[in-house]
């Protein structure tokens, strides 16, 4: 097969790194209910895209790379900040907060995307043309990404991330369960309410902006609730249901790899597919399993 | 610093306190919730603090958890500030509602043991001491038979049970229950007293319950505290007199007393107990409520 041929071995990494990450964290999301504070993040990083590519990083050499990764990474982490601090102000309508930061971000990642544009216009036309493929390419591996594009550059990105990430949810995690599970009373016991609160979203942005630079906008919110959701339908035990997310995490997206390969379709949204059928599957066999309890 | 000797403090010192709500809105202004609160709760009481809805008792519970600071005044709690005695585990609290996420996959073992566990560093288990504090809640609260069951498979008793259980798994000295008999029936606050009777004897409990309901109040406090964003009373059940409550309840105070049947000639400080049933009898209380 060639998804184990070498020039496929930094996209598939990067993929399963993308995977250990959305596993733990598409546990809390779902039981948050912080999906839609992930599609919020996730857009919102779009405005980052704009600021990185006005202040003229486009991505085309390594340390463009990283400058741009943390131009977005720091406007999404502001974002979700943004989010939690509107939503309280807001007598706790998140709903209203993410809406409001989500198309106010997406409007000024067009404006400055234009602005970018134009500016290019005016420069040299032997540079303009480079520079305007640079950012029509930049916009389109943000919203629909390709995971086969990955480098060992990104896997490096991916690992890192993944491994702090996953580092702050083993430090935190009696914090973190006792803050989701509890809010209202979690400060009595001397938990922050608001300061475990932001940690999480700092690590969900985290997760966002590095699912969306392999897989795109659009599906990186999916992976940050898929395997949570369809692990939450197998198991009433909090490490049982963690084990089955990664296994449905890691699975879906060597299996999607392998569907897409094969039937030459797009890697992201068909390991998106996968884990969208392991939901289904996960919420059938618990439905079977409770009609057998019940007859 | 000598740590305070904690048989010899009040349980609660609350002197001159003041609270207002910061304005929620442009043009609006805060709201003044309470002024002037002077009260010391001794060790092994049963406080019950009595109010209407809206007289800024759940505002003194969450001062005297450190969740507020007042505007003025001081508050402690065996002699520590209430954000260190909270930190130290002396204060173990059951909020109004039970605002847990009841979906989360946990066993009831696993949420009573969550506030000690919130205390570990990461690579801590459960010390010896602590199991042993968890298996005494969960023995005192008569959980043991749920100890595996998931927390969202609960009844409403056993959930509340589970979180008193939960409440004292820190071994605290004092026991805070706001409104717990909240739509309880008569039998169920009986059985709810008696649980929270020998909870507090077997573990030597402070306890403060907060209510608007007379008779839980009557039932489990040896200690009444009458609130209304001031404090109008401050004693023994017995002391609670038709004049008292008028000034509490200013608009409830027929129903109340119909609830309880106390006596209005128990109005000591009235000149005519006939006045007692409708209205006050010219005490200088402060802030009356309206």
Redesign the interface.
């Given at each position: 097969m060639s998804i184990f041929h070498a020039d496929h071995l930094p996209a598939l990494l990067a993929g399963l790194g993308i995977a250990l990450i959305g596993a733990p964290l598409s546990v809390f999301v779902v039981?948050?209910r912080l999906a839609f504070i992930g599609q919020g993040v996730s857009h919102a990083a779009f405005g980052g895209v704009g600021v990185a590519l006005v202040l003229g990083f486009a991505g085309s050499s390594v340390t463009d790379s990283v400058m741009q990764s943390i131009i977005i990474l720091s406007f999404s982490i502001g974002a979700a900040l943004v989010i939690a601090a509107l939503g309280r102000s807001n007598r706790g309508r998140i709903d209203t907060a993410i809406g409001i930061v989500l198309s106010a971000s997406m409007a000024l990642g067009f404006i400055l995307f234009n602005i970018a544009e134009s500016r290019h216009d005016h420069d040299d036309h032997g540079h303009a043309h480079g520079a305007h493929a640079d950012e029509h390419h930049v916009i389109e591996e943000i919203l629909f990404g390709n995971i086969l594009d990955a480098n060992w550059n990104m896997v490096w990105a991916t690992l890192v991330a993944g491994a702090l990430i996953l580092t702050a949810l083993?430090?935190?995690?009696?914090?973190l369960?006792?803050w989701?599970?509890?809010?209202?009373?979690?400060?009595?016991?001397?938990?922050r309410e608001y300061r475990t609160g932001n940690l999480l979203l700092i690590l969900l942005a985290l997760a966002v902006v590095m699912s969306m630079q392999v897989v795109g906008v659009i599906l990186a919110a999916a992976i940050l609730v898929l395997p949570g959701a369809a692990a939450?339908h197998l198991?009433?035990?909090?490490r049982?249901?963690m084990i089955w997310s990664l296994a449905i995490a890691l699975g879906g997206t060597v299996i999607g790899f392998v569907i897409g390969d094969a039937s030459h379709w797009p890697i992201g949204p068909s390991i998106v597919l996968v884990q969208s059928c392991a939901y289904l599957g996960a919420l059938g066999s618990n439905k079977a399993m409770g009609a057998l309890r019940s007859s | 610093m000598n740590e305070p000797d904690q048989n010899q403090l009040p349980a609660v010192d609350i002197r001159d306190v003041a609270f207002r709500y910061p304005p929620s809105g442009v043009g609006e202004q805060g709201i003044e919730v309470l002024s002037d609160i002077t009260m010391r709760v001794q060790p092994n009481t049963r406080l019950g603090i009595l109010g209407p809805n809206g007289g800024g008792k759940s505002t003194l519970i969450k001062l005297i958890l450190g969740i507020l600071e007042p505007n003025a005044g001081e508050i402690s709690v065996f002699g520590h500030r209430p954000t260190q005695a909270r930190r130290k585990g002396l204060i173990g609290y059951l909020p109004q509602r039970i605002g847990a996420d009841l979906d989360w996959p946990l066993s009831v073992e696993q949420v009573i043991a969550m506030p000690l566990r919130a205390k570990l560093k990461p690579w801590q288990k459960l010390s010896d001491e602590d199991q042993a504090s968890i298996d005494r809640a969960i023995e005192l609260l008569e959980v043991d038979q749920l100890r595996d069951r998931r927390i969202g498979a609960l009844s409403g008793g056993q959930l509340q049970r589970t979180m008193i259980a939960r409440a004292i798994s820190t071994r605290p000295k004092l026991l805070v229950l706001d409104e717990p008999t909240l739509g309880v029936d008569i039998a169920g606050q009986q059985r709810f007293s008696s649980l929270i009777d020998t909870i507090s004897d077997e573990l030597g409990l402070t306890t403060i319950v907060v209510t608007h309901d007379m008779r839980a109040l009557v039932a489990v406090a040896d200690r009444v505290a009458c609130l209304s964003r001031t404090l109008h009373f401050h004693d023994t059940p017995d002391g609670l007199t038709p004049a008292v409550l008028a000034q509490v309840f200013a608009h409830d105070i027929e129903p109340i007393l119909g609830a309880v049947h106390i006596d209005a000639h128990a109005a000591d400080d009235c000149d005519d107990p006939a006045h007692a049933h409708h209205h006050d009898c010219g005490h200088d209380h402060k802030g009356d409520a309206s």
């Open positions: 039981l948050k083993w430090w935190f995690r009696h914090k369960v006792f989701s599970f509890d809010e209202p009373v979690c400060a009595a016991y001397g938990v939450l198991s009433s035990r909090l049982v249901v | -």
